[in-house]
C-alpha cells in the first residue's frame, strides 16, 4: 500500500487490522508505517482508536502493537461459523473414524488454546471438551505446537506472562525444560501431551499451516485414554493426522 486508502474511517480501520493480522509477530509504528504507505499521524491516530477499543494491546515494551483478546475472539468466531464449519467437521470426524479415538481443532487465544470444534469417540470412557473450552498453552499438545512455531520474541513475551502451573506430575514447570521441549517439536513437527494436563490422558497434535504459508492456523490433535491408547500408539496415527490436517487446511484458505 502506497497511498492513503480512499475509505470510510470503519473500513480502513479493518483494513488495518487486516494487515496486521497477517503478519506473525507484532508491529511497531514505524514498521505499520511502512506496511501501509500512510502518514504517520494517520497511522497513529488508527493504532490508539484500536487500542482504545480493546482490539489491539501493547507489548511489554510499549511499542509494539499485538492482537488483544478482543480480536482473538472475533477471529474465533468467525473460523468457528464460517461456510467452511462443515467440511471441518466432517474432516474431523473421518478422522476419529480411522483412529477411533476423540480429535478436535483449536487456535491459540491469547496465553490459552480454545477448542474450536471436536469429535469424540465411541467408547465410552472419554473426556468430553466442547467446542469453546479452554486449555493451559504450557501441558497441552496444543499449547506446545503453537508455542514451538511462535517467533521467538512473541514466545519469550508470552512465556515470561505464564505462569507454568502443574495440573499432574507430568507437566513441565520449570521453563528451560520447555523450551527444550518447544525447540524438539519445531524439529520434529508434532507435540505430545504425555499425561501433562490430565492424569491418564495422552495427546498427539500437528499443525495446520495457512495455504502456501509456515504460519499456523490451528492444531489438529488426537486425544486418548492412556489405558487404552499408549503415547507410543498415538504417535503410530501421525500420518493420518497429517493427511487429515492437509486436508483442513484447503478449508482455511
Not at 55 to 72: F, I, Q
Amino acid at each position: 500500500m502506497s497511498t492513503e486508502p480512499d475509505l470510510s474511517p470503519g473500513l480502513r480501520l479493518m483494513e488495518l487490522l487486516e494487515l496486521l493480522t497477517r503478519h506473525a509477530q507484532p508491529l511497531a509504528l514505524p514498521e505499520v508505517i511502512a506496511l501501509t504507505g500512510w502518514p504517520k499521524p494517520t497511522v497513529h491516530r488508527m493504532l490508539a482508536q484500536l487500542e482504545q477499543g480493546g482490539w489491539l494491546v501493547r507489548e511489554p515494551d510499549g511499542r509494539r502493537y499485538a492482537m488483544a483478546s478482543r480480536l482473538l475472539r472475533l477471529a474465533e468466531g468467525a473460523l468457528g461459523n464460517s461456510t467452511q464449519q462443515g467440511v471441518r467437521h466432517a474432516v474431523l470426524r473421518q478422522l476419529v473414524n480411522e483412529v477411533g479415538e476423540s480429535c478436535n481443532l483449536t487456535a491459540m487465544s491469547g496465553a490459552e488454546v480454545v477448542y474450536l470444534d471436536r469429535v469424540e469417540s465411541a467408547f465410552p470412557l472419554r473426556l468430553e471438551l466442547r467446542p469453546g473450552t479452554r486449555v493451559p498453552a504450557h501441558c497441552s499438545a496444543s499449547g506446545k505446537l503453537f508455542l514451538a512455531w511462535m517467533a521467538a520474541r512473541q514466545r519469550r513475551a508470552l512465556l515470561d506472562g505464564l505462569a507454568l502451573t502443574r495440573y499432574t506430575a507430568h507437566t513441565l514447570t520449570e521453563r528451560k525444560a520447555l523450551e527444550a521441549e518447544l525447540e524438539t517439536i519445531r524439529r520434529d513437527g508434532h507435540a505430545v501431551d504425555a499425561e501433562e494436563f490430565v492424569e491418564g490422558l495422552v495427546c498427539v497434535a500437528v499443525p495446520v499451516f495457512a495455504p502456501g504459508q509456515r504460519t499456523v492456523r490451528c492444531a489438529l490433535a488426537l486425544q486418548a485414554p492412556a489405558a487404552r491408547m499408549t503415547l507410543v500408539q498415538a504417535r503410530l496415527q501421525l500420518p493420518r493426522l497429517q493427511a487429515a490436517a492437509q486436508a483442513l487446511a484447503r478449508t482455511l484458505g
